[in-house]
């Protein structure tokens, strides 16, 4: 099993930055894939950005690529979203999800694991 715990949202203004970290437990971390999603108020979750098991590959949602970037440190069991130039659209709760697998993880129900969330507000 793995636990899932965000932090690193807060207030923002338009074009500032945020870091997002999920620090995960469990001995086998590094053979999961990892995913951010987000959900904004009355919206369904949708899928952000996702890192293989390695870090080797990533992927991101057209609506963030190039201002955010997913990384992780297998070693530490930490999963980042460094998030740029950020929107009041990018609003949002922020989760971190897992999925035992060596694929990409971007769809929402194949996720196994989730954190609580972490809330990230960008004020215009």
């Known amino acids: 099993q793995v636990q899932l715990v965000e932090s690193g949202g807060g207030l923002v203004q338009t074009g500032g930055s945020l870091r997002l970290s999920c620090a995960a437990s469990?001995?086998?971390?590094?053979?999961?894939?990892i995913s951010w999603f987000r959900q904004a108020p009355g919206k369904e979750r949708e899928f952000v950005a996702a890192i293989s098991w390695s870090g080797g590959s990533t992927y991101y949602a057209d609506s963030v690529k190039g201002r955010f970037t997913i990384s992780r440190d297998n070693a530490k069991n930490m999963v980042y979203l460094q998030m740029s130039n950020l929107k009041p659209e990018d609003t949002a709760v922020y989760y971190c999800?897992?999925?035992?697998?060596?694929?990409?993880?971007?769809?929402?129900?194949?996720?196994?694991?989730w954190g609580q969330g972490t809330q990230v507000t960008v004020s215009s």
């Open positions: 469990g001995r086998t971390f590094s053979s999961y894939a």
């Open positions: 999800a897992a999925a035992q697998s060596n694929r990409l993880m971007i769809i929402v129900t194949t996720a196994a694991y």
